[in-house]
T-cell receptor
């Protein structure tokens, strides 16, 4: 199964954009790229997902490389409430999510 | 409000005493899944269900059972709990089983301690 690689942690200043990278060099043609986040003491929360084209929603943007071997989650203006662990996940053909360790995002006021 | 409800939120039990963690969703989702989350190991899937009466093993099914008799409910059963099943458990549900996948909705979690 294809796996993802993310930095263990990142820091960003409040009200600045955040770019969270994810590498998935063994992604297959039918794998979707999902992003979830987990705030402290809560269950994971869906953020965004995409296949080939860049995607935008009210929470974030997802930029997918042309070769699909990497992607970037973009939070346009981070707030303290965005401090969480962010998971980049590939959807397997049997609909199971393959979770990595995620990136712990620290927002500095 | 669309949600996945797990009960109980916290549970302390003794080794060998059967227990059930309930999970219910009100979104008419076909797909439901159970995960456990342990420090340093991330989320690992225990069992999943693609629809009523259709269940399958995830990555760590040993020691667990599930059933899907109704679309909205997906209970997790520990017939004989052991201390290594002490963990944080999450139930999740999703609309549909084909691409493109929709986002999964997770419950708030059940923290289980087996002594």
């Amino acid at each position: 199964d294809a796996k993802t690689t993310q930095p263990n942690s990142m820091e960003s200043n409040e009200e600045e954009p955040v770019h969270l990278p994810c590498n998935h060099s063994t992604i297959s043609g039918t794998d979707y790229i999902h992003w979830y986040r987990q705030l402290p003491s809560q269950g994971p929360e869906y953020v965004i997902h995409g296949l080939t084209s860049n995607v935008n929603n009210r929470m974030a943007s997802l930029a997918i490389a042309e070769d699909r071997k990497s992607s970037t989650l973009i939070l346009h203006r981070a707030t303290l409430r965005d401090a969480a662990v962010y998971y980049c996940i590939l959807s397997a053909s049997n609909y199971q999510l393959i979770w990595g360790a995620g990136t712990k995002l620290i927002i500095k006021p | 409000e669309a949600q996945v409800t797990q009960n109980p939120r916290y549970l302390i039990t003794v080794t060998g005493k059967k227990l059930t963690v309930t999970c219910s969703q009100n979104m008419n989702h076909e797909y439901m899944s159970w995960y456990r989350q342990d420090p340093g190991l991330g989320l690992r899937q225990i069992y999943y269900s693609m629809n009523v009466e259709v269940t399958d093993k995830g990555d760590v099914p040993e020691g667990y059972k599930v059933s899907r008799k109704e679309k909205r409910n997906f209970p997790l059963i520990l017939e004989s709990p052991s201390p290594n099943q002490t963990s944080l458990y999450f139930c999740a549900s999703s609309r549909g089983t084909g691409a493109p996948l929709s986002g999964y909705t997770f419950g708030s979690g059940t923290r289980l301690t087996v002594v």
